[in-house]
């Protein structure tokens, strides 16, 4: 099946710093990617919509002065988080979403195993 | 904006036994996806059931889809300690995923 890669699985930060989250499909090329949020409360919150070659589409209420993402291939897209600081400590999980022409075609989004983010 | 909500928050049975989980949604949707997350870790994509499905299987799982009430159930059949993880449906419209909070399944051996 389709694997998705994050790196790295968990961080840890001084707050003001930044911290790049990468987010690879092994083995599919996948057009879209998506970055989501997870919640104390273990719901996910969509920050962003990330479709190579282009700039990603943010959610209302996501700032994407702080929350850079970039999409640079079809198989890599990367996401910043810019002078970190505590609030932003979340689990940080990306998406992709196959080519119209993969196997794995566009209905199924494929998940990574998020990223720990803990800002101190 | 969240449109599904799953229902219980929370599901603890022993072993053996059957889990139904609840999902309903608010607007049109293209499918329907149900999702696996053992704790801290990334999501499993379970089962997807599109708009015009009623009814999916995938070994000891079982979907519903009714459209009319727009609301989805997963039935894990036969439980296993295994299956102790959070459980997510998120609707689908434009290929753009929409998530409930899920629903907490704790299996008891």
């Known amino acids: 099946g389709a694997v998705v890669s994050q790196h790295p699985s968990r961080v840890i930060c001084k707050s003001g710093t930044s911290v790049k989250i990468e987010c690879r499909s092994l083995d599919f090329q996948a057009t879209t990617m998506f970055w989501y949020r997870q919640f104390p409360k273990k719901s996910l919150m969509l920050m962003a919509t990330?479709?190579?070659?282009?700039?990603?589409?943010?959610e209302q209420g996501v700032e994407k002065d702080k929350f850079l993402i970039n999409h640079a291939s079809l198989t890599l897209s990367t996401l910043t988080v810019t002078s970190a600081h505590p609030e932003d400590s979340s689990f940080y999980i990306c998406?992709?979403?196959?080519?119209?022409?993969?196997?794995?075609?566009?209905?199924?989004?494929?998940f990574g195993p998020g990223t720990r983010l803990t800002v101190l | 904006s969240q449109q599904g909500e799953e229902d219980p928050q929370a599901l603890s049975i022993q072993e053996g036994e059957n889990a139904t989980m609840n999902c309903s949604y608010k607007?049109?949707?293209?499918?329907l996806q149900w999702y696996r997350q053992n704790s801290g870790r990334g999501l499993v994509h379970l089962i997807l059931?599109?708009?015009n499905e009623r009814e999916k299987h995938s070994g000891r799982l079982r979907v519903t889809l009714d459209t009319s009430k727009k609301s989805s159930s997963l039935l894990i059949t036969a439980s296993r300690a295994a299956d102790t993880a959070s459980y997510f449906c998120a609707t689908d419209l434009n290929y753009q995923l929409i998530w409930g909070a899920g629903t907490k399944l704790i299996i008891k051996p």
């Open positions: 990330s479709n190579e070659g282009s700039k990603a589409t943010y």
């Open positions: 998406s992709a979403r196959g080519a119209p022409t993969s196997l794995e075609g566009t209905d199924t989004q494929y």
């Open positions: 607007t049109s949707i293209n499918n």
């Open positions: 059931i599109r708009s």
